[in-house]
Each structure stands twice: as C-alpha cells, then as structure tokens.
C-alpha cells in the first residue's frame, strides 16, 4: 500500500508521515511547496507519476478567523484544492480520503452531532470544509470524509501551543466557556486515518467508503480545555502556576461566529471499523512530552 499525503508538514499531516512510518507503510508526504493543490495540473501530474492507492488529503486553510476575510483563498484550498485532488484520485483509482470538520454543523442541538445530521455551517471555513466535503463526493467514487474537532499538536499554531506558549512566559491563558467539543490529539487522528485505509486496502464487503466522525474522548469547553493544558504543563515542570481566565465568546474581537456545541458522535465509525476513541487527556500528555522533547533537542 502506498499513501500520498498533502500538507504534510502541518499538525496533521505530520503526524500522518509518523503514524504511516511507525506501521510501515510507504508513504510520500508533500507540503505546499512540493504540492500545490490549488494548481490542477500539478496535482494530475504528481498523481498520475506517483500513482498511490490513497490519498489523505491534509492541506488545508484552517485559520477560522483569517478566512472571513480571506474568502476566495480559503475556498481555493479547501473546496477547489479538494475537488482537484479528488478528479485525480478518480483517473488513477487512488482513495481519497477527506479531512473534514466539525465546522460544517451550526451547534444549534444539543446532542452529538452524527454523519445523519445536515451540515449547516456558520462561517466562510466551515462552508469551505462542506463544499470540499461534496466536490470529494461528486469527483471521486472511492472516498473517506473524515469529520474533526479541534486538533492539536506540539506543531504549528494551534489553541494547544498559543495557551502553553503563554503559560510558559507566565502570562495569563484565556479560553472561552460557552463553546463545548472534543479536543483531538493530531497523533490521534493520524492513528485512525492509517486504521480506517489499512481496513479499506483489505477490499471488505460491503465497502467502507463514506462519511464518519472521529474526536478524541471528552467534551469540554475551550476555558476547561487551557486549565488543563496549564495544570499538566506545571506537571510536566514546563510551566510555572498561571492564571486561567474564562471569558464568553462575545468577548472575542474579530471572530469568525462559531457553533456553541459542535461535539461529534464517532459510533458510526466504531461500529464500520470497530475504532475505539482514545482520550484527550493522554493525547495532551503526548504533546507536552513533544514539546519537552524539542526544548532538549534545541
């Protein structure tokens, strides 16, 4: 089996490349630079030389707040960079599979959202991920979608780092109370994207193509979430006690409008691939232990 990754040097994709060598499956990681997807014919061109069974498809404009006002570049990545990839997948009959989000539901009920509810995001990136989601659907018949929440990582810019950046210079950590959803280790999230292809490589009956929800075990709220990072952080000897400060999504300025309640049942994807959720907590342990590993390799 071999695996195609774009946007491989990001959280995700990162984590991908160390899931895909820890299991030993060959794998090509490609980070913007080498790939762009927003360029069609590079895209055809790379995969009709590569020729890969799958795809994962990592690349992404995530920066919620950024994308309100970067409109066109968040749609040309995640939907356009999708569809292309997905129209290539399909002419060298490569799978795809989709990195989603949790951003394409309005947080409007109050129970978990399953892959039966119908997507209503409520801003420019959550729309983006949907439209990605059905250009994957229409362009590529051997497809994953795969919906998250909320990753982290020890890479890149992401609420994990900036709240442990701060704790670490002994400045106050802000988290808003009155958001709840599923914090996701990205080592986590690489684990299942390996599981779920190394399962549609065996080529089971029925098929396995389709749509599901993996997050990490345990919802909370962002303010929850930066206790916890600081507690363990002080744990780890990273950081010394700090204030935690709840504050109400209204208090944030230049925002993108989030869904108070965007937490994602993974039962479907339990019960097609028998993936267990694993649990914030031990993934944020693993983070805090990436971090301390980078400080004494610098």
Partial sequence: MKVLITGARGQVGTALTAACTEVGIQHLGLGHRELDI???????????????????????????????????????????????????????????????????????????YTEKDKPNPRNVYGNSKLEGEEAVREYCSRHLVLRTSWVFSAEGNNFFMRSLERAMSGQPVKGVNDQISCPTWAGHLAIVCVAMLQQVHCNIEPNLWGTYHYSDRGATTRYEFARTIVAQAVQAGLASETQVQAIESADLQNRAEEARQSVLSSDHLFFTFGIRQRGWRQGLKSALEAVRQGQRAA
Avoid: W
Wanted: net charge negative; aromatic share 8%.
């Fill in 38 to 112: 927003t360029d069609g014919a590079a895209v055809q061109a790379v995969l009709a030389r590569e020729r890969p069974d799958f795809v994962i498809n990592a690349a992404a404009f995530s920066d919620v707040a950024v994308a309100q006002g970067e409109a066109n570049l968040c749609y040309a990545i995640n939907r356009d960079g999708a569809a292309n990839l997905a129209q290539a997948c399909e002419a060298v009959g490569a799978g795809l599979l989709y990195l989603s989000s949790d951003y394409v539901f309005d947080g409007l009920q109050a129970r978990p």
